[in-house]
């Protein structure tokens, strides 16, 4: 098992379930444009791989338009932190730990990451936090990661990508980090093998336990 000192994390599905106000927004949006609305499980199926593209797959793609997504920033906006919260065990996971030594690395737009860290009482917990909108890229490509490390000052050899999103999988594993799969959030690992899993979100307290 890799010797692991820093740890980077995913935002949702991994640290906070935000489907319910994803969900929310999303169907405010199709309601403007006369759509049905969408069960959460559905909506939880299309999360991982940034806002447009979210998006678009709740519109289709004959319906959708650029526009939309700025709309849809729009509500989410509005409704951020209405119902999401965080999983069982992660604020004691990210107590336990220094915040020099945590990252966000998400696939969400920058300030809406910082607009939901403050509302929840965690930005505190990390030195780093890199958006879907940091850099030029965002995972899966392994960018964001790697200027993660580079902010912490972290080998990557002594880091974990922690995510529930083959995204974050191959964002980690090319970037030299150790991976590990959130199973209980909204991704899949799309075939890859992992160095860690966490079948409940509780598990991450066994598998990074402790103060660095």
């Known amino acids: 098992m890799k010797n692991v000192n820093y740890l980077l ?3 949702d599905g991994t640290l906070v379930d935000s489907v319910p106000d994803l969900t929310i927004s999303l169907n ?3 309601a403007e444009l006369d759509c049905p609305p969408l069960p959460e499980k559905q909506v939880c199926d299309m999360v991982g791989d940034g806002v447009s593209t979210l998006v678009e797959r709740a519109l289709g793609k004959e319906l959708y338009q650029p526009a939309y997504t700025d709309r849809f920033m729009q509500l989410y906006s509005e409704h951020l932190i209405d119902h999401t919260h965080c ?3 992660i604020e004691e996971l990210l107590s336990d730990h220094s915040a020099d030594k945590m990252a966000i690395v998400t696939n969400k737009p920058y300030q809406l990451t910082i607009n939901l860290l403050e509302g929840l ?3 505190k917990n990390f030195k780093i936090i890199v958006g879907g909108d940091s850099y030029a890229e965002k995972k899966p490509h392994p960018l964001p990661v790697i200027k993660a490390l580079e902010g912490l000052g972290a080998d990557p050899k002594q880091a974990v990508m922690i995510g529930d999103h083959h995204t974050d999988l191959y964002a980690g594993r090319e970037a030299g980090t150790a991976t590990c799969f959130c199973a209980y959030g909204m991704g899949n690992t799309d075939g890859l ?3 860690f899993y966490a079948e409940q979100s509780t598990d991450l307290l066994q598998l990074f336990p402790g103060s660095f």
């Open 9 to 11: 994390f995913d935002l």
């Open 193 to 195: 093998t992992t160095d």
């Open 28 to 30: 405010l949006l199709r």
């Open 87 to 89: 999983y069982p065990g």
């Open 121 to 123: 009482n965690l930005i």
